[in-house]
Nanobody, 126 residues
Framework: VQLQASGGGLVQAGGSLRLSCAASGRTFSIYAVGWFRQAPGKERDFVATISWRGGGTYYADSVKGRFTISRDNAKNTVVHLQMNSLKPEDTAVYYC???????????????????WGQGTQVTVSS
């Protein structure tokens, strides 16, 4: 599975951005796609995840109500992360990742995901 993240940029606080993650290759093996973010000097943190088949979603408390993860209706191998009401603390490199193995581990942990995209920078100015 290959993942290509895009859509990052510079935005003022309160603004919006939409990130996209395009999956290719053995996409039939995907169980879920997640978004993580990593600020300078910090660990990579969970943001949101979506079940590839059922469409169920789950969010970090810090983004709940502001971010929405969804699968593109027309291009079903693309997952979007709509980010509204952005705050300076949302500044980070955002990564998408794919879970391709059934396992009973925390869906918010990086170890749950097998394939990672290259990351896209999101900068929110105050």
């Amino acid at each position: 599975v290959q993942l290509q993240a895009s859509g990052g940029g510079l935005v003022q606080a309160g603004g919006s951005l939409r990130l996209s993650c395009a999956a290719s290759g053995r996409t039939f093996s995907i169980y879920a796609v997640g978004w993580f973010r990593q600020a300078p000097g910090k660990e990579r943190d969970f943001v949101a995840t979506i079940s590839w088949r059922g469409g169920g979603t789950y969010y970090a408390d810090s983004v709940k109500g502001r971010f929405t993860i969804s699968r593109d209706n027309a291009k079903n191998t693309v997952v979007h992360l709509q980010m509204n009401s952005l705050k300076p603390e949302d500044t980070a490199v955002y990564y998408c990742a794919a879970d391709t193995s059934p396992r009973n581990t925390d869906r918010t942990g990086t170890s749950r995901y097998d394939y990672w995209g290259q990351g896209t920078q999101v900068t929110v100015s105050s």
